[in-house]
């Protein structure tokens, strides 16, 4: 028997899986891309580095034990709207021939609930112009385009 799709916390041994689907979202013109070629020693150093910050958290989708996609939320505390925090989410990837099963929409799901669970007064998230199978998922999930993202590249 199969095991369904879940959403839970990474863990060390999926980091090298994480870094690959990272290859199949990036879409970057970044000169940095292309000077430094990191160790899987320094993914596991910024690993500990993610695990170990509370306002942070990444999570994967596994299907059928195969790490298959993955998000990160962020919860920054903020004095504006009240006080009340705001959530950043970021990187989410689903890879290709795992697309169309509701790994994204779960994976948005899971981390939208935990923002909300966190008192945040919103989610936000980023995506490059050109994701447009991405936006629809957004838009179908409630997000709005209400804002630019301005990114600026080393």
């Not at 919860?75 to 697309?99: K, M, Y």
């Not at 509701?102 to 989610?123: F, K, P």
């Not at 409630?142 to 630019?148: I, K, Q, Y």
């Amino acid at each position: 028997m199969t095991a369904g799709p879940r959403v839970r916390l990474a863990e060390d041994r999926d980091v090298a899986r994480i870094v690959d689907l990272y290859r199949e979202l990036t879409i970057t013109d970044s000169e940095i891309e292309h000077q430094h070629d990191p160790s899987p020693a320094d993914y596991q150093r910024v690993f500990a580095e993610i695990q170990s910050d509370p306002r942070q958290k990444l999570f994967v989708a596994e299907i059928g034990g195969e790490v298959a996609g993955t998000i990160v939320l962020l919860v920054v505390p903020n004095l504006s709207h009240n006080g009340t925090p705001w959530a950043f989410l970021e990187n989410l990837v689903v890879t290709g021939r795992h697309r169309k099963k509701g790994l994204g929409r779960m994976l948005l799901e899971h981390s939208v609930a935990l923002a909300r669970e966190s008192g945040c007064h919103m989610v936000e998230l980023c995506s490059d112009v050109r994701r447009l199978e991405a936006h629809r998922l957004y838009a179908s999930m409630g997000f709005e385009a209400r804002a630019h993202c301005f990114r600026r590249y080393f």
